[in-house]
């Protein structure tokens, strides 16, 4: 978003009145059936989560009855659905006393006044959500709100399966609010999390727990960094854990809903369902090995269980392996996301009232999801899809599974203690304060953040650039990298591109990408036009443009902030007209630090001249030079910096004789001067000043090289130096 501050705020606003507006009559009568007698605190709290869950799970029906996303058809299912829950709420209304104590209490207050700010905080302080999983649900949302469909875009010819819940229902407030798809997507997913924490604030409640609960959830980490890395369709699939958790604490214990949760959850996403399987497996051993004999609700659920599960082998991917990205899930994850001051107090709170019941089942859902992460040693065994399925789905389950279960055990630890005088009658108040530091270090390590718009998946040179698309002729093809910077998520309708995510289940049934990008690597402008490509995008961040300034076939047309717009030429130059070049390791010296490019892994183009490495400057300088090629001496020409940094330093760059300074804007930027004529021999120079100020990098918390506390600078990608002449004017 990042736009002005009231434009935000009307828009937030806007947003969640329309979504409790369509669900919060849907969710009361959810609440009211489930649970008559519950508190009117509890019912509140639980209230807005109920009625999201159940308008997502609408209109994720209405794709699937009506073939696609039509914004009428979400409507008429939801219009019926509200006025069936509204005669319901009026023929049978909640027996509750509305006067309860708890929503009066000053804690109770000042925790859902936090809750609401922290959770859309980040909505003001990034322009597009932190991560990359953004980029493909926001690829899904503005497919279903312009055609309605999952379907790849021309050129190439396939589809996508993936879980319509989510990104349908971001598609429906693209549509009413008209925002960008990413806009959506950051604001409902902002939303869930607020209506989640609010939710299990209200479930927690019933055992006068649900202050304690959230502070016990601000000692973890799990589910705020799955939601930071833009993880939002595993986040709303806890949803239907909050209510299968209340299903199985109340007194009706409606097991149909409970198998109809666990069937329709995998609309959300399958996560939520196996966690919620997991759950329901922990109450039915409980209760074989307290009455000796299964219950025919058991024996209900197990046949919604065995549904699902032929369910789930229709969707399994058939030959493929088990996957195991992030190793296995039980270990170090597990203790690293859930905290150990959690961990700590989940497990003390099991020992401690192992007698009562909801302390019992805490433990043993706990222990069931623990052995769930062991299927991640069967990585490579492909013989049963289902596991694959499963692998997939739970393929980061130690960062966000086990942080709601441990929370309610460490929150019922925490609630407990002033009535337990053997228990140290210290620990309520010291777990507060440190919840609270928590919060101050996290949304301080999130300000700095906001200034670092180099962690970020969008560049002002890539959305600038954009512009210039809407001159080119109706259906022109434009090669864009496969890449997240390469994927367009709203591009003019004249034009088609080449790239396309690759989220859920990708079906392929025709590809232009491969071969067009063997063609570009070869550098065979005639294989290029035979497949009608003639145009291409290339981003800061990535490496094409380094690769195409060396091509003997390609001119650029636009040029924004190093996101530049190129057209094939109609014959081959007889020379290179350009090239690339970048500090090599023995350059960096003194203050400068030889470090990992952090965007190596989701690069899909590399250079020969360019290392897996970066350059990094806090303070001082690096130089190295290069000899010139023979064509462009002694001619005019530019030479341009391709850096990120955040916002605030200040850059000097010196070719030669000429220098230019600059002070950095935050984000992937270039730097760039004008040469009247090329020496043989070029000395690059850059130094930096006011660096060096510490910040929170969240990617010290990956494998990508970086330190957790680390510092501000400049990180170094490449220089471009391009002979005069090959920019054209379009047409």
């Not at 996508?160 to 997913?189: E, I, K, M, R």
């Not at 035979?530 to 990535?542: E, H, T």
């Not at 001249?609 to 462009?632: C, I, K, Y």
Request: net charge negative; glycine share 8%.
């Amino acid at each position: 978003m990042l736009s002005h501050p009231l434009v935000i705020f009307s828009q937030s606003i806007m947003g969640l009145a329309l979504l409790l507006v369509l669900g919060l009559p849907i969710g009361l009568a959810l609440l009211r059936c489930l649970e008559p007698e519950q508190k009117f605190s509890s019912t509140i709290l639980l209230a807005p989560m109920a009625g999201l869950l159940c308008l997502m799970l609408l209109i994720a029906s209405s794709v699937l009855i009506f073939g696609g996303f039509t914004i009428s058809a979400c409507f008429f299912l939801i219009l019926i659905a509200e006025i069936i829950s509204i005669r319901f709420l009026l023929k049978v209304p909640f027996e509750v006393e509305i006067d309860d104590s708890f929503l009066k209490q000053k804690m109770t207050r000042i925790s859902i006044a936090l809750v609401i700010i922290l959770s859309l905080l980040p909505i003001y302080l990034f322009k597009v959500p932190n991560g990359v999983d953004w980029i493909g649900f926001s690829s899904l949302t503005n497919l279903y709100a312009t055609t309605g469909s999952t379907q790849i875009p021309s050129p190439n010819i396939g589809y996508w399966t993936y879980p319509p819940a989510f990104p349908a229902t971001a598609a429906l407030l693209q549509v009413a609010l008209s925002l960008p798809a990413s806009d959506a997507v950051h604001l409902l997913g902002r939303i869930s999390l607020m209506f989640l924490l609010l939710a299990l604030m209200g479930l927690a409640q019933r055992w006068n727990a649900g202050v304690e609960t959230l502070i016990a959830m601000a000692l973890g980490f799990g589910l705020f960094v799955k939601v930071h890395d833009s993880g939002y369709p595993t986040l709303v699939s806890q949803f239907i854990v909050i209510i299968g958790l209340l299903i199985l604490t109340s007194k009706k214990q409606n097991k149909i809903i409970l198998g109809l949760l666990i069937l329709f959850g995998g609309l959300i996403h399958p996560s939520g369902s196996l966690i919620l399987v997991a759950l329901v497996l922990s109450e039915i051993i409980l209760n074989k090995y307290n009455n000796g004999a299964f219950r025919h609700e058991d024996k209900v659920f197990l046949v919604f269980f065995i549904v699902a599960v032929l369910f789930a082998s229709i969707l399994s991917p058939e030959g493929v392996a088990i996957q195991s990205e992030y190793g296995w899930q039980g270990g170090s994850p597990l203790i690293l996301f859930a905290g150990p001051l959690l961990l700590a107090l989940a497990a003390w709170s099991s020992w401690q009232f192992k007698e009562q019941e909801i302390s019992r089942q805490l433990s043993t859902w706990i222990l069931i999801l623990w052995l769930m992460t062991f299927i991640h040693f069967l990585a490579g065994f492909e013989s049963f899809s289902l596991l694959s399925l499963i692998s997939l789905s739970l393929y980061s389950m130690g960062v966000y599974a086990f942080h709601i279960p441990f929370a309610l055990a460490a929150g019922i630890l925490l609630a407990q203690i002033p009535e337990k005088k053997t228990l140290p009658q210290y620990l309520p108040r010291t777990a507060t304060i440190l919840a609270f530091t928590f919060l101050l270090i996290g949304q301080s390590a999130l300000l700095l953040l906001s200034s670092h718009q180099e962690m970020l998946l969008k560049n002002n040179g890539d959305d600038a650039i954009l512009e210039h698309l809407e001159s080119l002729p109706e259906g022109t093809i434009i090669y864009t990298e496969q890449a997240h910077w390469g994927f367009i998520i709203e591009a003019p309708k004249n034009v088609h591109l080449t790239s396309y995510p690759n989220l859920g289940l990708l079906t392929e049934e025709y590809s232009i990408q491969d071969g067009a990008t063997s063609a570009i690597r070869a550098d065979d402008g005639i294989a290029l036009k035979n497949m009608g490509i003639r145009y291409a995008l290339s981003s800061p961040m990535g490496l094409l443009g380094a690769n195409l300034i060396e091509s003997k076939w390609w001119q650029i047309l636009a040029e924004e902030n190093g996101a530049k717009l190129w057209q094939l030429s109609n014959n081959s130059n007889q020379e290179q007209r350009g090239f690339a070049i970048a500090p090599q390791q023995n350059d960096c010296i003194d203050e400068c630090t030889w470090r990992p490019d952090p965007w190596e892994d989701h690069r899909w183009w590399g250079h020969q001249q360019l290392s897996d490495n970066r350059a990094f400057l806090s303070e001082g300088g690096v130089s190295w030079d290069t000899p010139l090629l023979e064509n462009m001496q002694s001619k005019a020409g530019s030479i341009e910096l391709f850096f990120d940094a955040p916002q605030g330093l200040e850059l000097t760059f010196h070719v030669n004789e000429q220098f230019v300074k600059q002070n950095t804007n935050g984000g992937f930027e270039t730097i760039r001067m004008d040469i009247d004529a090329f020496e043989n021999h070029l000395i690059f120079t850059i130094e930096i000043e006011n660096g060096g100020s510490r910040w929170l990098n969240p990617r010290g918390l990956t494998e990508r090289g970086a330190p957790l506390f680390d510092i501000d600078g400049v990180t170094i990608h490449y220089v471009e130096v391009r002979q005069a002449g090959m920019m054209q004017t379009i047409n």
